[in-house]
């Protein structure tokens, strides 16, 4: 992977770094959607008396 940044001409760098942050930013925008397309499936497991009580005490 680094080879490749070395056959690159210096002048592409920029391009190059702002590819790397997009990719970072568009991770960081899925991860929050993934949680809260999970929250449904979930739901019916925390709304249980038998949580309710596990946590009743914190």
């Known amino acids: 992977?680094?080879?490749?940044?070395?056959?690159?001409?210096?002048?592409?760098?920029?391009e190059v770094l702002d590819f790397i942050r997009f990719l970072k930013s568009r991770r960081?925008?899925?991860?929050?959607?993934?949680a809260l397309a999970s929250e449904p499936a979930l739901r019916k497991d925390w709304?249980?008396?038998?949580?309710?009580e596990a946590w009743s005490n914190l």
Do not use: C, F, H, Q
């Not at 992977?1 to 920029?14: A, C």
């Open 1 to 14: 992977m680094i080879s490749e940044l070395n056959d690159l001409p210096p002048r592409t760098y920029g």
């Open 47 to 52: 709304l249980r008396p038998e949580e309710e």
């Open 28 to 34: 960081r925008k899925v991860a929050p959607d993934t």
